[in-house]
C-alpha cells in the first residue's frame, strides 16, 4: 500500500514479554541496532545491553553464563589497579618447521588481540598479596600451546621459584598447537618438569581452568595444580566428547567435561564463580603462607 511508505519508523526497541518473544531479527530491523550493542548469551538466549554485561564481569544476569574474556580483561579482575609488570612480553614464535600459512596466522592473531602470544605472564599483587600469573587468551589462536607459550610458562614458573611467590595459571586454550609439531607436544613434558621444581621450592601452585581447556594444556599443567578451580560449566577434557564415545563405544554421562562432572568426581577441587575468584585466590594463598609461617594480614 502507498500509504505504507510514509509511516514513522519507531525510535525505540518494544521489549516484549518472553512468551511474546520472537527472534532478534524478527523483532527489528538489524540496520537499527549498532554493532556491539547487545548480546545474546549463548545458554539461554537472553539478550543483554553490552555496557550492563561488561559490569557484570561478562556473566550473564538471568541464567549465570560466563562468556569468554581476554587476557587483559583476566588481569583486570585479578590484580589491584597498576600493580601488574609482564616478564618476557618480546618472545615471538618463528616458524621453525615453515608450515604453510603459519606466519600469516600468527599476524592475524597479533593485530586481532595486540598481543605477541598466547598468554600473558608477569607478576603483580592481589588484595596486596605479590603473586606471579600466567593468564592464556582464547582469541589467540584458540590459545594453541606452541614453543614460545610452553617457553613463557616455564619463565614464569622459574620467576615464582626465585621470587618465592605463589604461581597462577589461568587456562583457556584448544590444545598444542598443530603447526609445531613435536616442538608443541614437548612444552608439556617441559611445563609439567618446571612444577616439580616449583613444588620443591615450597611455592603453591594454583591452576584456575576456564572455557575451554582441552587438549595437551589440560594433559600437562593445567591438570597439575596443587589446588583446581573451575569457572561454572567450563567445558574441560583432553579429546572431544565424540571422540571419545566412537574410541571406547559407550555413551558418555549427561555434562560429561562439564566443570560440575569434574567436581563431582573429585577431579576439581572447587567451581568459582567470576565475581568470587580473586578474593577465593587470595584467600588460599593466605591459607598457604600462613601454614608456611608467613604472617599476612
Not at 559490569?55 to 590484580?79: D, M, Q, W
Amino acid at each position: 500500500m502507498l500509504k505504507d511508505l510514509f509511516k514513522t519508523k519507531p525510535k525505540y526497541i518494544t521489549v516484549k514479554s518472553e512468551q511474546d518473544f520472537q527472534p532478534w531479527e524478527e523483532a527489528i530491523e538489524k540496520k537499527e541496532i549498532p554493532d556491539g550493542l547487545w548480546v545474546k548469551c549463548n545458554r539461554c538466549s537472553q539478550i543483554t545491553y553490552n555496557k550492563d554485561l561488561e559490569r557484570n564481569l561478562k556473566v550473564c544476569p538471568k541464567c549465570g553464563y560466563h562468556f569468554r574474556i581476554s587476557s587483559k580483561e583476566r588481569l583486570a579482575l585479578l590484580t589491584d589497579e597498576g600493580s601488574f609488570q609482564e616478564i618476557d612480553k618480546n618472545l615471538k614464535t618463528v616458524n621453525i618447521l615453515d608450515f604453510p600459512d603459519y606466519d600469516n596466522r600468527i599476524k592475524k592473531a597479533v593485530k586481532s588481540t595486540d598481543l605477541t602470544e598466547a598468554v600473558v605472564t608477569g607478576e603483580a599483587m592481589m588484595n596486596g598479596i605479590p603473586v606471579v600469573l600466567a593468564v592464556m587468551d582464547f582469541g589467540f589462536m584458540g590459545a594453541s600451546m606452541g614453543s614460545v607459550v610452553g617457553e613463557k610458562i616455564t619463565r614464569a614458573a622459574e620467576y615464582a621459584i626465585r621470587k618465592k611467590l605463589p604461581f597462577i595459571a589461568v587456562t583457556a586454550s584448544g590444545g598444542a598447537r598443530m603447526q609445531e609439531g613435536i616442538m608443541s607436544l614437548m612444552q608439556m613434558a617441559k611445563t609439567s618438569q618446571v612444577l616439580n621444581r616449583l613444588a620443591e621450592a615450597g611455592c603453591v601452585y594454583i591452576s584456575v581452568l576456564t572455557d575451554p581447556t582441552t587438549g595437551g594444556v589440560f594433559a600437562s599443567f593445567a591438570a597439575l595444580g596443587d589446588i583446581i578451580i573451575a569457572e561454572p560449566n567450563a567445558l574441560i577434557g583432553f579429546a572431544g566428547a565424540r571422540v571419545i564415545q566412537q574410541t571406547i563405544r559407550q555413551t558418555l554421562p549427561p555434562g560429561f567435561q562439564t566443570a560440575e562432572f569434574l567436581l563431582e568426581h573429585g577431579f576439581v577441587d572447587m567451581i568459582v564463580p567470576r565475581k568470587d575468584l580473586k578474593s577465593t585466590l587470595t584467600q588460599l594463598i593466605k591459607f598457604h603462607l600462613n601454614g608456611g609461617g608467613v604472617d599476612v594480614q
